[in-house]
């Protein structure tokens, strides 16, 4: 016979028979091992696994964040006679050598001889700390390669991210099977430990699931990494929190409670017009779902459904855990924190959209935007706004006159700066997203605006800015950036962010590279005004542009030469895109004087006048920082043969420079 209940209120806590005057002390002793009273500090381990991770990637963010806003500060403070820019000395100062009683100047400046500056702080140069990131950096950034199962293509996260997840996955693992025992000998002496301990987990990362998956959150705001990255560890998360739950649902088969009369007992409370164990079913069946389709084999195929209902459903799983759960042990806890972080995330959101300011034209109504086609196919949407953003950030985009409830994020091409002001007034900025329209929203965008024309203006609603760099490009003594096709709208406006910084003397940059890997010509259309710039206003020789052109095939045998008047012809276009871009450099000035010096200098002079900064900017000195530095002299076009991966792919390259002032 089993033993007696004490009360309802005990089987609300476990199933778990008190001890009393029959219990023998061989269970006695099986039930003080992994008591159920203490089962909860496992939902406090990973709790204490995740915020330590949180707190490493934020301490190293902030000692990125703090050394690259010291060594841009350094920067500044350095005397200008250390660039070969540098204007001259005041008039009365005459510069000198230094010696040990010497002061700054002849005729000094007031204040003391200074000696050399620093160029790093000291805490942003510790080297066995540096050397662990860039070891950890050299280690983790590396992509993994791409599994291909027959047409299947499976395409794993990042090693860094991976290394993250399989961290995760090995302390779950071992925390609910390292523990003993696994199982009572029986379920009349309570619930099996196993079953406890992985169902206390799953339920402790559900907040950081819901965390990972939300815009606005906590840990964007403290480690700088946009919530598109973070998706990778919401999606892998949720596959662990399934993994745990089937841990948990499987013990309870393995010693069911229908065996040693304990099933009369766990009916007093649980509901009896249900299957035995159906409200673990009912959270279980939404978990399922919601990792299923989520894979993405699935995703890619069905992405407005995805959209559609996945959250819906994950609020159901939430509700469904709540009732499974009965606020056992702190299980309750961690599900209110999961549905703070969730509301506060909505909250946040709404700050983040242009039409929920009541001090804005914009309230409730959304702003103008215009659509304009580009060459080969591509669209350019731009939105006349107050809102603010950064290089390198997106924003999800509304249209409703296209599409009422559809909205996809896209990367923000145009610079937000007092430079480039708006037609619609001084507090507006022109927000400018190019894409190319492929299916869904893209091609609805693409036939309205072939059916309404130029001249039709939309009403747009923005949620964002979202995303950015994690670190200062600026304080990068060199910066590369890498584009294929239209990809190069990711990168448009960090590239004439830094420009600007250089121009200004607030940046630490002395050689920028853009390398562009593109089909045809016509794409350099896209951002023409952008290459101008880049020609005109970057400092001498420090942008230098990399055009690959991939689209030419090698020569057809049975027509042999068609390629290469392909090749030619592609070039000539690509010259004539160029031609108001790149103006006239030092050979062609010499050129054009015919070795006359006086004319030479005049149209040098008429060289210089072109050459003048972006509108409310200076020309700052740029300073040397580094003593090896070797800078390109390239200052013309030319074309190469280049070969492209394995396929041995014949590609014309196109290489152009900031022009150097003579």
């Not at 010497?102 to 000696?115: D, E, R, V």
């Not at 559809?406 to 007092?418: E, G, M, V, W, Y």
Request: charged fraction near 15%; proline fraction near 7%.
């Amino acid at each position: 016979m089993p033993p007696k209940w004490d009360s309802i209120a005990s089987l609300a806590k476990r199933i778990v028979i008190p001890i009393t005057a029959s219990t023998t002390p061989a269970e006695i002793a099986e039930h003080q091992r992994d008591p159920w009273s203490q089962a909860g500090k496992y939902g406090r381990g990973f709790t204490y696994f995740a915020v330590v991770l949180l707190a490493v990637v934020t301490i190293v963010r902030f000692y990125h964040t703090w050394g690259d806003k010291i060594r841009i500060a350094l920067y500044k403070e350095n005397p200008t006679v250390s660039s070969p820019y540098a204007s001259s000395p005041d008039e009365y100062e005459l510069p000198s050598a230094a010696t040990d009683s010497s002061t700054t100047q002849f005729f000094p400046a007031p204040g003391t001889l200074t000696g050399d500056r620093k160029q790093q702080s000291s805490v942003s140069t510790i080297a066995p700390f540096n050397n662990t990131i860039a070891f950890v950096r050299w280690l983790f950034y590396r992509p993994l390669p791409v599994l291909r199962i027959g047409p299947v293509s499976i395409v794993l996260p990042s090693l860094g991210a991976s290394a993250v997840i399989l961290a995760a996955l090995l302390f779950v693992i071992l925390y609910s099977f390292v523990p003993q025992p696994l199982y009572y000998s029986s379920i009349a002496i309570g619930s099996p430990p196993l079953a406890i301990r992985a169902g206390m987990i799953a339920v402790a990362m559900i907040p950081w699931i819901v965390a990972l998956s939300t815009r606005a959150n906590f840990i964007t705001m403290l480690t700088g990494i946009g919530h598109e990255r973070l998706n990778v560890l919401h999606r892998w998360a949720g596959y662990l929190c399934l993994i745990l739950s089937l841990i948990h649902m499987v013990p309870f088969y393995v010693t069911p409670v229908w065996e040693h009369g304990v099933l009369i007992y766990y009916q007093q409370y649980f509901p009896r017009n249900i299957y035995i164990y159906g409200t673990g079913f009912a959270a279980l069946a939404p978990l399922i779902f919601l990792c299923l389709h989520s894979l993405p084999i699935l995703r890619s195929r069905m992405y407005e459904l995805f959209l559609a209902v996945h959250q819906p459903v994950a609020i159901v799983f939430l509700a469904m855990i709540f009732w499974h759960s009965k606020n056992f042990l702190s299980s309750w806890s961690y599900l209110w924190a999961t549905l703070a972080i969730w509301l506060l995330s909505f909250a946040i959101r709404l700050s983040y959209l242009n039409w929920t300011n009541p001090f804005r034209l914009s309230f409730m109504i959304g702003e103008e935007s215009a659509i304009t086609f580009l060459p080969q196919n591509a669209i350019k949407v731009t939105v006349a706004t107050r809102m603010r953003w950064k290089p390198g950030q997106y924003v999800y985009l509304r249209m409703p006159g296209i599409s009422w409830y559809q909205r996809h994020p896209f990367t923000i091409a145009s610079l937000c700066s007092d430079d480039f002001p708006s037609e619609y007034g001084e507090k507006y900025r022109d927000l400018a997203l190019v894409f190319r329209p492929f299916g869904g929203f893209t091609r609805k965008v693409f036939l309205k605006a072939l059916e309404h024309g130029p001249y039709k203006t939309w009403t747009a609603f923005l949620e964002g800015p979202y995303g950015g760099m994690r670190r200062e490009m600026a304080a990068f003594d060199d910066v590369v950036f890498f584009a294929g096709g239209s990809g190069i709208t990711a990168i448009a406006s960090q590239l004439l962010y830094l420009i600007k910084k250089m121009r200004d003397g607030a940046a630490v940059t002395k050689s920028v590279r853009v390398i562009w890997a593109f089909r045809n010509p016509e794409s350099i259309e896209w951002f023409k005004e952008e290459l101008r710039i880049c020609r005109d206003y970057a400092p001498p020789n420090t942008v230098h542009c990399h055009f690959f052109l991939t689209g030419l095939g090698q020569d057809d045998p049975t027509h042999p030469g068609q390629a290469q008047f392909s090749r030619d012809i592609v070039q000539e276009k690509i010259y004539d895109t160029l031609q108001g871009i790149d103006k006239r450099n030092s050979a062609f000035i010499r050129e054009e004087a015919a070795g006359d010096a006086e004319r030479e200098k005049e149209l040098r002079r008429e060289n210089e006048d072109a050459i003048t900064a972006l509108p409310q900017a200076y020309v700052a000195p740029h300073f040397n920082t580094t003593r090896h530095y070797t800078g390109s002299s390239t200052d013309s076009v030319s074309t190469c043969r280049s070969t492209l991966g394995s396929r041995s792919r014949r590609c014309t390259s196109l290489r152009c420079s900031s022009r150097p002032r003579q």
